[in-house]
T-cell receptor, first 114, second 118 residues
Framework: ETGVTQTPRHLVMGMTNKKSLKCEQHLGHNAMYWYKQSAKKPLELMFVYNFKEQTENNSVPSRFSPECPNSSHLFLHLHTLQPEDSALYLC?????????????FGPGTRLTVL | SQQGEEDPQALSIQEGENATMNCSYKTSINNLQWYRQNSGRGLVHLILIRSNEREKHSGRLRVTLDTSKKSSSLLITASRAADTASYFCATDPSSRKNSGGSNYKLTFGKGTLLTVNP
């Protein structure tokens, strides 16, 4: 276990559904991240939060909406997704403030959009 | 655009053999990191090498960095079946601000799938 948990582990949703992914870290970190991992593509950074403030939005479509209520929790709200959004969504955390801090990843949520 | 690119895309070896994976990148970096991912799971950090370092060891892992060639290699010695996983390099471009309190952005490659056969 890395100290980063994600729920649910698997999610199947229709294009008109609204769902949320949850990430929680028990490491006392200040930075949290959402990544998208699609087959045969590099890991894509979606959002970065540092001390609860969003500091990076990597041109992510508005149908993905992040929320960071505190340094330990991160959500990704999903609505009107497309089939091409099917992927493994990974959450990570780090101590933040420096690129020399390793990132700790959760196990991911496998999302399938029908 | 993709910063790090691993080579080969897939590697299959026998247990006990050494495995070497390479990573090339395009811009100047602050550091380069290697991560491992078991199938369908999250990534696990293996080792970080700074731009002013040339070689680093951690257990059976040896990482080299050649900033003049913009490349790195990960060597796993005496491989085990449990080493079967995908291996990714991630770079932190030095063009981005990394002062205290600032976020940073790692750019990952597509990874090398290593299979170690018993």
């Amino acid at each position: 276990e890395t100290g980063v948990t994600q729920t649910p582990r698997h999610l199947v949703m229709g294009m008109t559904n609204k769902k949320s992914l949850k990430c929680e870290q028990h490491l006392g970190h200040n930075a949290m991240y959402w990544y998208k991992q699609s087959a045969k593509k590099p890991l894509e950074l979606m959002f970065v939060y540092n001390f609860k403030e969003q500091t990076e939005n990597n041109s992510v479509p508005s149908r993905f909406s992040p929320e960071c209520p505190n340094s330990s929790h991160l959500f990704l709200h999903l609505h009107t997704l497309q089939p091409e959004d099917s992927a493994l969504y990974l959450c990570a955390s780090s101590r933040g403030g420096s690129s020399y801090n390793e990132q700790f990843f959760g196990p991911g949520t496998r999302l399938t959009v029908l | 655009s993709q910063q790090g690119e691993e080579d080969p895309q897939a590697l299959s070896i026998q247990e006990g053999e050494n495995a070497t994976m390479n990573c090339s990148y395009k811009t100047s970096i602050n550091n380069l990191q290697w991560y491992r991912q078991n199938s369908g799971r999250g990534l696990v950090h293996l080792i970080l090498i700074r731009s002013n370092e040339r070689e680093k060891h951690s257990g059976r892992l040896r990482v080299t960095l050649d900033t003049s060639k913009k490349s790195s290699s990960l060597l796993i010695t005496a491989s085990r079946a449990a080493d079967t996983a995908s291996y990714f390099c991630a770079t932190d471009p030095s063009s981005r601000k990394n002062s205290g309190g600032s976020n940073y952005k790692l750019t990952f490659g597509k990874g090398t799938l290593l299979t170690v056969n018993p």
